[in-house]
């Protein structure tokens, strides 16, 4: 689903990623974990096309995106659920039309918007707060917004980048439990974090990322601050 | 059905749009009317006078006004020996001061009129020759032909035409301004809601569509109060104005066409060019996805 391929990326100075070569298959779910620095935010922006690599190729759903011509790009981040670490919530609209809002703009009509939306927020547990505005929501009830509106439009792929960074502990537990929900009915599910907490209770797939450089690729792994690079 | 529903939405962003733009709302309306009531203005007062000119044009008649002490007869005989003459008539002093009196009541003073001769050319191209030769003529005093008058309000029209075309683009780039202004603001304010639209994947045309719209909702709207206040001063002015237009050329129809519709259509297409141009621009400059 998702394919890097001798991916470098460099901004001007040191190179954020290095010659990284990445496969995660449908339906997979894992973590990007790394120290701040290590070049995991640069990778999820490549993903959603915010950025292009300097060299190499990154592949979303078979799409070489680099041969993507700018007008396809909206098409392209429609196919992907994407969540973010300040939620990026429109400050004005209630959560039901922050989740209702791209639907909208693709004319999909009203009585499915509303369907789709309140299955959406069922998903995330919140049908009772369609009506409130982002700023009376608690942070962990805006991130839950967030992967509501995410999974509106049935992405085959969520990419969610430090999704629990502005959270709690548990909180931020309660936030990838409900990411890895998502992922049993077979969404790819890929979440870059720092937080060695969320990762070493899921003991899920965790690519480690140091320097733009994959330093350890493991299934069912934890993440230490010093990673064991024989496990 | 999907694109329709898809326009709907942009239409109803649309009008979000205006409400969050506040009172400058009412400057750009403002603005942008003033510059299109002043060029509906110039318009329609240009277009009224190609048509009185035209009017001038249709009239073959010189009128010769005599010196005393020349007979009126003898000059008309001499006057239709020019090959280019078809008909000469006498209008003497007397009659005309007659004519003149029973319609304006006037004291009675002297006889002030002169003895004139109505000159009729075989074809309008023959008009100015007839003029030419009749002028030279020692009875002749002085003459009159519409042909003369057409030619210095066709002066004056150009000169009208030239200064409101330079007062209207002037206008029109003040009123660029504003839009551009307006609707950069509006950008500006509302920058990270466009970053996330943008990262949901909603399309270029869907987030830059609102504010083009806007932009040309800003052109009719102004438009349209530019229009009422035309056609407000043509209520108030028309009665008065077609007599003074008759006056001055009486073969003038009473129906005088101003060229009203073409003028509103015109001033409407401009506004909304204006307006949609304006914003489009700012759109594509600082919204950058
Ligand atoms: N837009 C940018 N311009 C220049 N350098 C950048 C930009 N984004 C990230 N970087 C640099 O790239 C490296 C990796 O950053 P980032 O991908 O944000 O890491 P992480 O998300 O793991 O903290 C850092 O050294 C950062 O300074
Ligand atoms: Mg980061």
């Known amino acids: 689903m998702i394919r890097l391929q001798n991916v470098t990326k460099d901004y001007g100075g040191r190179p954020a990623l290095v010659n990284v070569n990445l496969h995660i298959a449908l339906g997979e779910f894992a973590f990007l974990v790394g120290p701040s620095g290590a070049g995991k935010s640069t990778l999820m922006r490549l993903l959603y096309r915010e950025e292009t690599p300097t060299s190499g190729s990154v592949f979303v759903g078979g799409v070489n995106l680099n041969r993507l011509h700018k007008r396809q790009v909206p098409l392209l981040r429609r196919r992907l659920g994407t969540i973010f670490q300040d939620y990026k919530l429109l400050p004005r609209q209630t959560v039901f039309n922050n989740v209702a809002y791209i639907l909208r703009a693709l004319g999909v009509e009203e009585k499915e918007v509303a369907k789709r939306v309140q299955s959406a927020l069922s998903v995330v547990s919140l049908e009772h707060k369609a009506d409130a505005y982002p700023d009376e929501l608690s942070g962990g009830e805006q991130q839950r917004v967030g992967i509501a509106r995410a999974i509106v439009n049935g992405p085959p792929v969520l990419l969610a980048d430090e999704p629990t960074g502005n959270l709690d502990p548990a909180t931020s537990l309660e936030i990838v439990q409900l990411l890895e929900r998502i992922a049993e009915r077979g969404t790819t599910v890929f979440i870059s974090t720092h937080d060695t907490n969320i990762v070493n209770t899921l003991r899920r797939r965790v690519i480690y990322l140091k320097g733009g450089e994959i330093v350890s690729d493991v299934d069912s792994g934890v993440y230490e601050l010093e990673p064991n690079l024989n496990v | ?289």
């Open chain 2, 1 to 289: 059905m999907r694109h329709l529903r898809t326009f709907f939405r942009v239409i109803i962003e649309t009008g979000l749009g205006i409400k969050r733009s506040g009172w400058s709302n009412w400057l750009v309306v403002s603005i942008l009317a003033i510059a299109l009531t002043i060029f509906g203005g110039i318009l329609q007062v240009t277009m009224t006078m190609k048509n009185v000119v035209a009017a001038f044009g249709s009239q073959l008649e010189v009128s010769a006004y005599l010196k005393d002490g020349y007979q009126p007869k003898r000059v008309a005989r001499e006057i239709s020996q020019i090959p280019e003459v078809q008909l000469v008539e006498i209008v003497t002093k007397d009659v005309a001061w007659d004519e003149m009196k029973s319609t304006f009541k006037v004291a009675s003073l002297a006889n002030p009129l002169p003895n004139t001769l109505h000159i009729r050319a075989s074809s309008p191209e023959a008009v100015e020759a007839v003029a030419a030769k009749v002028k030279l003529l020692s009875a002749v005093e002085n003459i009159r032909y519409p042909l003369n008058v057409a030619r210095k309000i066709n002066e004056f029209r150009h000169f009208i035409e030239i200064a409101g075309f330079a007062i209207t683009a002037a206008l029109s780039a003040a009123t660029l301004t504003v839009i551009g202004n307006t609707i950069h603001l509006l950008i500006e304010s509302r920058q990270r809601e466009i970053e996330i639209l943008s990262l949901m994947g909603v399309s270029p045309f869907y987030i830059k569509g609102p504010f083009v719209l806007q932009g040309a909702a800003y052109g009719a709207g102004s438009a349209a109060v530019a229009i009422l206040v035309l056609v407000g001063v043509h209520i108030y002015l028309d009665p008065y104005l077609t007599d003074q237009l008759v006056s001055l050329a009486p073969f003038l129809p009473r129906n005088i066409e101003y060229g009203m519709w073409q003028t509103f259509g015109v001033m409407l297409g401009l506004g909304v060019l204006v307006g949609a141009g304006g914003s489009a621009w700012t759109s594509g400059k600082y919204i950058k996805i």
